[in-house]
């Protein structure tokens, strides 16, 4: 029996797949790293738990297995406290206690029936890698999107090359079975597969780099945040968007817009080329002739020539001198006006126009923190809008002489580890002692205000963290207290923040 708040907790999963990557540098749960169905990672387990509460799915061979390979590590709690505020360590548990305690008492455990396609499957695969168990299928079932509700697949399975992709395509097709491909995650009900088969491409995890030649060679299990991590090792950049999402679907799909898409482009800019399967089955090449154009413009919805197994993506070179300013801005128009101005110079590596719930939900740690913060940006200080940019000593310059007002990283780092005290009275006071006619942010990006500002908010990793939960503070004192974390660089390369978004579900 789950309990009903667990079941709660459980179903307001943000099928944010944050906990599938190593993004907080705690290390990567280890059920999830070593067995790759989304059923083993904390996402997926998540979903069990609400099957199990609701009697959808019986326990099974493989639920058992689930839940044995759980080691109660509790990184998971961290890892989605920091993107959403919910605690799953409770629902991990109360799962591995309620199959064990199921087992124990002699109960049965359900085998599910092979059947032609999965004996197939499984000869391409291997036994373990294709699978109708309902406690792996339920895990690709539905996402958080509203529009198409619980879709059971028949089967998932898991490649591990081009040459397995090829021989299933050529299963289902010969047996009439209807497939879609999988990256990390699912939103709006993109890839279902209702009483189909489910190629969920994590076991594909090759990156190779060539420096000499400024490209990445990347498989469809690798995720953003991997490749920019090596990537980063090596000196370099890649443009990439959610950390969690994998390149190959990304770049295949929406084309990947990021900050710093304003000087490395979209689309086909971000590869040199890519490798596919197709439909029935035979692999091609981008850059071959014939091969379709995938960003071509057109008015009719195009089918898709296949499933991507390996893409070229560009690497760039990352300077030593580079930073981050924010220009803040009273009203949408001129802050758009001032980004374009920028784009059309071809000045900065990154340039995007946020507003102050983006700001303020990114990098505050809680829902309320955030409210707050974003009420004192555009209050307090008078920020509707502001324009972000990135770029290389160079680049800033000229962002500096082209207006007098600039948020700095080290403001920047002041505000956000400040960020308890901007809800005090303190600094209420400070600003509404310095309204005048014109937007209160002009006089306080000023230098001079540095220090004041520095004593009214008294920033540290320390206070930043009285603002999580009491047990998890320990943790974010040392998080915050590692610079890169606070770096605007570093953060849009690695957005580790922007799925803060979804902490609202
Ligand atoms: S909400 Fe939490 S458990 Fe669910 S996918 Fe995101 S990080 Fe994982
Ligand atoms: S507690 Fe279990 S589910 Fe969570 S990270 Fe550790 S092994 Fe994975």
Same mark, same amino acid.
């Given at each position: ?16 797949a944050m906990c599938k990557i ?7 749960c280890?059920?999830g ?8 990672y904390p996402m ?32 998971c709690?961290?890892q989605c ?7 799953p ?262 340039? /995007? &126009? %946020? #507003? =102050? ?6 990098? !505050?740690?809680?829902?309320? $923190?955030? *409210? ?82 520095? /004593? &009214? %908010? #008294? =920033? ?6 009285? !603002?999580?939960?009491?047990? $998890?503070? *320990? ?31």
């Amino acid at each position: 029996m789950i309990p009903k708040e667990i079941s709660k907790i459980a179903s307001h999963c943000r099928h944010c797949a944050m906990c599938k990557i190593d993004f907080l540098q705690t290390g990567l749960c280890s059920a999830g790293a070593q067995n790759h169905f989304v059923s083993y990672y904390p996402m997926g387990r998540m979903d069990i738990v609400h099957a199990l509460a609701e009697s959808q799915i019986p326990v099974t061979e493989r639920l058992v297995d689930i839940a044995e390979a759980c080691t109660l590590c509790g990184l998971c709690d961290k890892q989605c406290y920091f993107v959403t505020e919910l605690r799953p360590m409770n629902v991990m548990e109360i799962l591995k206690e309620t199959v064990i305690a199921h087992v124990k008492a002699g109960k049965k455990i359900v085998r599910p029936e092979s059947d032609l396609v999965l004996d197939r499957l499984r000869e391409v695969v291997g036994e373990r890698w294709a699978t109708n168990d309902p406690a792996i299928l339920t895990c690709y079932a539905h996402d958080t999107g509203i529009f198409t509700g619980v879709q059971t697949p028949n089967y998932v399975t898991m490649p591990l090359s081009r040459e397995d992709v090829s021989s299933i395509i050529k299963i289902c097709n010969k047996h009439q079975v209807s497939y879609v491909v999988r990256g990390n995650g699912s939103t709006e009900g993109l890839v279902y597969a209702r009483d189909g088969l489910v190629i969920d491409m994590g076991r594909m995890k090759g990156i190779v780099l060539d420096k000499a030649k400024w490209f990445a060679s990347v498989e469809p299990g690798v995720s953003a945040f991997e490749l920019q991590k090596e990537a980063a090792k090596n000196g370099l950049r890649v443009n990439v968007a959610e950390p969690e999402a994998l390149v190959c679907a990304n770049l295949m799909t929406t084309g990947i817009i990021s900050t710093f898409s304003a000087s490395y482009g979209v689309g086909a800019s971000n590869y040199v080329n890519a490798e596919f399967v197709s439909l029935d089955g035979e692999s091609f090449h981008l850059n071959e002739r014939g091969a379709p154009n995938l960003y071509a413009c057109q008015t009719e919805q195009m089918p898709s020539p296949g499933i991507c197994t390996r893409a070229d993506v560009k690497v760039y070179a990352k300077m030593d001198d580079e930073d981050g300013i924010l220009i803040p801005f009273s009203g949408f128009r001129d802050a758009l006006v001032f980004a374009r101005e920028l784009g059309q110079r071809r000045i900065g590596i990154g340039v /995007t &126009v %946020l #507003n =102050p719930e983006y700001m303020a939900t990114f990098v !505050a740690p809680t829902r309320v $923190l955030g *409210e707050c913060i974003k009420r004192s940006f555009t209050e307090d200080l008078g920020i509707e809008y502001a324009v972000l940019v990135l770029g290389d000593r160079y680049a800033l310059q000229t962002v500096r002489s082209m207006t007098d007002h600039v948020i700095d990283s080290q403001l920047m780092r002041t505000l956000v580890l400040g960020m308890p005290n901007m809800a005090g009275e303190e600094w209420r006071d400070l600003l509404s002692g310095l309204k005048g006619n014109r937007p209160t942010y002009e006089i306080m990006v000023k230098p001079e205000m540095q220090p004041l500002i520095e /004593t &009214v %908010l #008294n =920033p540290s990793p320390e206070l930043f963290a009285q !603002a999580v939960a009491p047990d $998890l503070k *320990e943790f974010f004192v040392k998080l915050y207290a590692r610079p890169e974390i606070t770096n605007l660089i570093w953060l849009n390369m690695f957005r580790i923040v922007s799925p803060r978004m979804g902490r609202r579900k």
